[in-house]
C-alpha cells in the first residue's frame, strides 16, 4: 500500500540542483540527484514519485487558440510548466522539488529549480 503524504513545511526557496550526469534535455530534466540548500547539501536515495504540469496560465494561456492550447497542457511549449519531484534524501527526509521551465527574461532562459515543501507519512498510511 502506497503511503499518503502531507505536507511538513512549506518552503518555496530556489535551490541549486546537482546532477551526477547532466540531463538530455535541459528543459526536460530528471530527477535531480541531489540540491543545495541552506548551504546543505542533501542527496537523493529515492524518487518517491514525479509529475508535470504543462498548463499556460493568465496571460500565456489567452494567446492560444484552444485546440492549440490542449495540445500545450499535453506536450508542454517553451518555456511553460514545471516538472515535480518527490525525494527522499539520505537524511531520510522527504521533500518535493520542481522545475519551473519559465525563463526570467532574454539572458536568463534556463529556468529555475525550487525546494516547494517537505513532506511527510500521514498517519496510517506507511
Do not use: C
Not at 540542483?17 to 530534466?29: G, N, R, S
Not at 507519512?121 to 506507511?126: D, H, I, K, T
Amino acid at each position: 500500500m502506497k503511503p499518503e503524504w502531507s505536507s511538513l513545511a512549506f518552503i518555496d526557496a530556489e535551490i541549486e540542483v546537482v546532477f551526477d550526469e547532466p540531463p538530455m534535455l535541459a528543459k526536460k530534466p530528471g530527477a535531480p540527484d541531489g540540491f543545495v540548500w541552506n548551504d546543505q547539501v542533501f542527496r537523493t536515495v529515492e524518487l518517491i514519485s514525479s509529475w508535470f504540469d504543462h498548463e499556460r496560465r493568465g496571460r500565456m494561456a489567452e494567446n492560444m487558440q484552444p485546440a492549440h492550447l490542449r495540445e500545450a497542457a499535453r506536450r508542454g511549449s517553451w518555456g511553460v510548466g514545471r516538472y515535480y519531484f518527490r525525494l527522499r534524501t539520505d537524511g531520510g527526509r522527504v521533500f518535493e522539488v520542481y522545475y519551473d521551465r519559465a525563463p526570467e527574461g532574454a539572458g536568463d532562459r534556463a529556468g529555475h529549480w525550487f525546494l516547494w515543501r517537505e513532506m511527510e507519512a500521514a498517519e496510517g498510511g506507511g
